[in-house]
């Protein structure tokens, strides 16, 4: 029996009858309201107040977490202004609602789009929930096993590692890594560990590399690192040797005595790609875009299997997978090569920093 809930103190009267059109909604499509103070619902919309967003605590990582709030016209920045409050309520998603105008969606990859208001506030939330549904379903695979195995010949890195040390300050180069987001600047110490377990990071920074190294291994840039500055094998960048299906987990290959990082949260999206194509070698993914490429039906969260499935998905049906460039729906796009040298030389005369954002 799936359930959904609203929770938090941001009872805005000007969200009453949105609410209401909301919970039948979600009623309409099989859900049941989990209406206790302490609600253990696969869907959470967190009703906050925007001058003090209070963080839903979720019993369970799995649960999609909305926060909700109105404001009376469109900010000059939505993606400004919702991002650190997403953030701070520890949200897989940001919706601000201006009634009678629009409905705007904030994700943590920093993808902003809006649903225009119609005349039918019924047809309005049906579109609006159609939206979610996808996302709030959608299965993390972010958890990672570290076994200290590394060959001893490579706790240095090789010729690869510098290769991934070069793609990123390429990529910096070309302006193609924001900054990671200062989370430690908008949120406490508690709320900062409660980020990184919920969604399995070691920061919020954007874009990922990856260079195969054999027929099941490839190096893959850390989560939450300086992607400019790849160094330090176990810290910066990461050996990928297994998945395991039955758990979710990726395995890393890493040297004794070392504190290791996560992985990126796309690991997942990269093995499915290395696996079913053996002449893939390289694979760049970027918060960035190219004009007329094939691109998902939906804006997957990062680290869930749909999304990893749907980019595969993508990559098979291109004339030529192993120099395939596939767009991620208000998110970026994912290049595969022969070598990182290979995508950069493809994609560097076409690639636009600015990511076309859409319903």
């Known amino acids: 029996m799936r359930k959904f809930a609203f929770w938090g103190p941001g009872r805005d009267p000007v969200l009453e009858e949105f609410r209401v059109a909301l919970a039948r909604e979600w009623l ?32 369970q990582r799995s649960t999609y977490v909305t926060i909700i709030h109105a404001a009376a016209e469109v900010p000059d920045d939505v993606l400004k202004y919702e991002y650190p409050l997403m953030v701070r ?25 809006a649903i225009p208001y119609t005349s039918d506030l019924k047809s309005w939330v049906h579109e609006i929930v159609d939206r979610i549904t996808p996302l709030a379903t959608s299965r993390l695979v972010i958890d990672n096993r570290f076994e200290p195995d590394l060959e001893p010949e490579l706790w240095q890195g090789d010729e690869l590692t510098e290769s991934l040390y070069q793609a990123g300050k390429r990529l910096d180069a070309l302006g193609l890594l924001p900054a990671p987001f200062p989370l430690h600047e908008i949120v406490p110490e508690r709320e900062l560990r409660a980020i990184k ?67 990126s949260v796309d690991a997942i999206e990269h ?89």
Request: net charge negative.
């Open 197 to 263: 377990r919920i969604y399995g990071i070691g920061g919020l920074s954007y874009g990922n590399l990856s260079v195969r190294k054999d027929g099941r291994r490839f190096w893959m840039s850390a989560s939450g690192v300086d992607k400019s500055n790849l160094r330090q094998v176990g810290k910066d960048v990461l050996m990928v040797k297994d998945y395991e299906p039955s758990t979710g987990t990726m395995v890393l290959s890493v040297p004794p005595d070392i504190e290791p990082n996560r992985v």
């Open 89 to 113: 309520g520890l949200a897989n998603l940001g919706m601000l609602v201006v009634p009678g105008d629009s409905c705007h969606f904030v994700t943590p990859e920093r993808g902003h789009y």
């Open 271 to 359: 093995w499915m790609i290395y696996q079913e194509h053996p002449d893939v070698n390289a694979i760049v993914h970027v918060h960035a875009w190219i004009p007329g490429i094939p691109a998902t039906e939906f804006n997957y969260p990062c680290g869930t299997a749909e999304l990893a499935v749907a980019v595969a998905d993508l990559i098979r049906d291109e004339h030529q997978p192993s120099h395939a460039v596939v767009g991620l729906k208000n998110h970026g796009i994912t290049v595969t090569g022969s070598s990182l040298e290979d995508i950069f030389e493809r994609i560097e005369p076409v690639i636009e920093v600015q990511v076309p954002m859409i319903a």
């Open 28 to 59: 309409r499509r099989g859900y049941v309201e989990d209406d206790s103070p302490n609600p253990d619902a696969e869907v959470v919309f967190n009703f906050i107040n925007p001058d003090k967003p209070k963080p839903f605590r979720r019993r």
